[in-house]
């Protein structure tokens, strides 16, 4: 598979390391140049969304604007169930031997590893078809008003541990001002397993704007400390990601406080979809464009516009 064009992630370090404007403006002009690049693709993916909106559907709408997040149990997502299984099984028979342990991971980070290579996930054919199921590309299409990108495709397992760093704090996604990651658990996952934990994007707002929100963000801090988030914060308007295999949730990165793997007293292993905009911000490291291993014919144009092929 080729590698994603890096045209929004080198104009952003253009403007914002270089020119050294703020997060927001970088964001905002990387966002309008990719827009006005690409006219007709902007307008198919606003036209399949308004022609969604038209049809019935169970899907759409299910992630609202103020929450964010939509949390299921594993027989309300179709799919989750086989997909879970299906990265059970990828992980028994890659990690299962005591001489096959598993490695480090391809994201540095100790407490959270990437266990397979986006690649080789991407053309799993039994995740592939879950990633492009009409269930989900029609919540991320209602959500966003515009039909998605089918960004990563990633298998996280989070280690025991105690540390409290990183993607372990309390932080936003900062590649853009919107993005949407499916957390699906491929375990049994309590509290034990360091669960995806998140505020609303109601909440969030809310907290932020307590602060100066755009000089902090535009710094790019996206990292919070549990006294400030927490302290006037409930128990109730805390979501976790908990429950049996193929239980999980969609989530805004981008617009919801959220940390996970942290205090991990049992491992965890998630799959992990993310779908963007097209025209967001930042784009992550794989492409799903290379059309060689894409039948013709097989998908539908929503489909296809998710693999940008």
């Known amino acids: 598979m080729s590698k994603a064009p890096q045209f929004g992630q080198d104009m952003y370090r253009f403007l914002n390391e270089r020119l050294h404007l ?11 140049a990719k827009t006005v690049a690409r006219p007709v693709e902007h307008a198919r993916r606003r036209s399949q969304a308004a022609r ?5 559907s169970d899907f759409k709408n299910k ?14 997502l179709p799919g989750a169930k086989a997909a879970a299984s299906a990265c059970a099984k990828l992980f028994d028979e890659r990690f299962s031997q005591e001489s096959s342990t598993p490695p480090d991971g391809t994201n540095r980070k100790k407490h959270l590893r990437a ?47 105690s540390s409290q760093i990183s993607s372990q704090l309390f932080h936003l996604d900062g590649e853009d001002v919107t993005q949407l990651k499916l957390f699906v658990n491929v375990w049994d996952t309590g509290e034990q397993q360091g669960p995806f934990t998140t ?9 932020l704007g307590q602060l100066d929100r755009k000089k902090r963000l535009n710094r790019g801090d996206m ?23 193929g239980s999980g949730g969609f989530v805004d990165t981008s617009r919801c406080l959220h940390y996970g793997s942290r205090g991990n007293v049992k491992e965890r292993l998630v799959l992990m979809i993310k779908y963007t905009p097209f025209n967001s911000a930042r784009e ?26």
């Not at 992630?63 to 309300?76: Q, T």
């Not at 078809?129 to 989070?158: C, N, W």
């Not at 490291?285 to 998908?299: E, H, L, M, N, Q």
């Open 22 to 32: 703020p997060w927001a403006y970088s964001v905002a002009l990387v966002r309008a």
């Open 52 to 56: 969604l909106l038209r049809e019935p």
């Open 63 to 76: 992630i609202s604007a103020s929450k964010g997040i939509w949390v299921f149990d594993p027989d309300e």
């Open 115 to 161: 266990l397979i290579p986006a690649d080789e996930l991407a053309q799993n054919d039994a995740l592939l078809q879950f990633a492009l199921s009409r269930p989900l590309l029609e919540a991320a299409t209602s959500y966003f008003g515009s039909a998605p990108v089918l960004s990563a495709i990633s298998l996280f397992l989070t280690t025991k541990n």
């Open 199 to 207: 505020l609303t994007a109601a909440r969030t707002s809310e907290l």
């Open 223 to 245: 990292s919070f400390d549990d006294d400030f988030v927490l302290s006037d914060t409930s128990d109730a308007q805390i979501v976790r990601f908990t429950g049996k295999a």
């Open 284 to 309: 992550s490291a794989t492409s799903f464009r290379s059309s060689d291993w894409v039948p013709a014919g097989k998908y539908d144009d929503l489909q296809r516009l998710a693999l940008r092929v």
